[in-house]
């Protein structure tokens, strides 16, 4: 009867997936003029392509990195990312690659964060690292994080982690086992990052890479070693693909680390349900309705259900496409990522103009007017 059910599914996903335009790096001739640029540094577990500046979906022996500046195009929806869709790129329209530079090594790369971080003010150097979730290729989490610094309005350091999915709705399992071997190459990022004169990380994951987060987290937290999470003050879990058991457990290991953890939900998460589907029972994280379930861990729930997302025809990234996520973390601009942090004890994100309604361990949005 699973199987009844699990072939439908796959065929809908798959039907939504092959009409998206996949994403691809190309080189503005020079938008300089028209777009937004958004530096991002990037950590990579992916060999680099060898035909183009980015990198490819093969795994590496360990981390690559380079650092990218990519073109927002003014014309189009906030919270929407848009491909060239012919050989005639449209800096108007389409997200481009200004300018690409390899990094040869993690001292350059340790070099480059120090140098984006010595041109922000003070109240200002902290650093966003994005871990991008399955079926994703490295053009679309790049041009993701680019759309969210712009979006969002966020002043900090972007840094985007590259894990080496797939990048095909059939390889879920591929994807799934690819996070495992991700986990020390993101810690050893993390590590990296505590050398650097930032002042605080924040790090955020969608879908899968909410796993390889906490999964990351929890290895760092065991290994105990002094100082480890001085600066990682914020987790960010967007539509989080994790069993709800699983994550009990990897929260607990972070329960003494004094980080606070955003959990974004959607009862009508059509991908998670599609997750659930192929791992059998099981209640996703991102889709947990009944939050009694993890009301004994120190998380913050903020559901998303009645959030609409801007093309986002599977409700799974509405942090990062509904307009109304968008004018709510445009708080970012003003207070750096301490919007996601109650560090302060500032009202934060549940003061950035929404309405809100706090449980024991739920913050939901509650409807407002126009973003």
């Not at 050989?87 to 070099?111: E, H």
């Not at 290729?137 to 610094?149: H, I, K, S, T, V």
Request: with cysteine; glycine share 8%; hydrophobic share 45%.
């Amino acid at each position: 009867m699973t199987r009844l059910r699990l072939v439908p599914a796959l065929l809908v996903i798959g039907l939504v997936a092959s009409c998206a335009e996949r994403g691809t790096l190309v080189l503005a001739p020079d938008p300089t003029a028209v777009g937004y640029l958004e530096p991002v540094l990037v950590a990579s577990s992916r060999q680099r392509d060898p035909d183009g500046p980015g990198f490819g979906r093969a795994p590496a022996p360990g981390l690559g990195f380079s650092q990218f500046t990519v073109s927002v195009p003014p014309d189009r929806a906030p919270g929407t990312v848009t491909f060239p869709a012919n050989t005639t790129p449209d800096p108007r329209r389409d997200f481009l690659i200004v300018d690409s530079q390899v990094i040869a090594d993690s001292a350059g790369f340790i070099r480059a964060v120090n140098a984006a971080v010595a041109t922000r003010p003070k109240n200002q150097r902290e650093v966003f690292v994005f871990v991008h979730g399955f079926n994703t290729n490295f053009a679309e989490g790049l041009y993701r994080q680019a759309q969210m610094r712009h979006d969002f309005g966020a002043p900090g350091i972007s840094v985007n982690y590259a894990w080496p999915s797939a990048a095909n709705v059939a390889a879920y399992a591929t994807d799934r086992e690819a996070t495992l071997q991700a986990r020390d190459d993101l810690e050893d990022l993390l590590s990296l990052l505590d050398q650097t004169n930032a002042t605080r990380i924040v790090v955020a994951g969608h879908s899968m890479g909410a796993f390889l987060v906490m999964e990351a987290l929890r290895q760092k937290a065991i290994r105990n070693r002094p100082g480890a999470f001085d600066k990682i003050r914020t987790v960010v879990l967007m539509a989080p693909d994790i069993d709800v058991e699983v994550f009990r457990r990897q929260a607990r290991a972070l329960a003494e680390k004094d980080v606070s953890i955003y959990i974004f939900t959607s009862a009508r998460d059509r991908a998670l349900r599609f997750s659930a589907l192929l791992r059998g029972p099981g209640v996703r994280l991102g889709a947990l309705s009944d939050t009694a379930r993890i009301a004994d861990l120190p998380v913050t729930v903020i559901d998303l259900t009645e959030v609409t997302g801007t093309g986002d025809s599977l409700n799974h990234f509405k942090v990062a496409t509904s307009p109304v996520m968008i004018s709510v973390l445009n708080g970012m601009s003003a207070l750096g990522t301490e919007i996601l942090s109650d560090e302060t004890r500032q009202p934060g994100l549940l003061g950035a103009g929404v309405n809100v309604v706090q449980s024991t361990a739920s913050v939901v949005l509650a409807p407002f007017g126009d973003p």
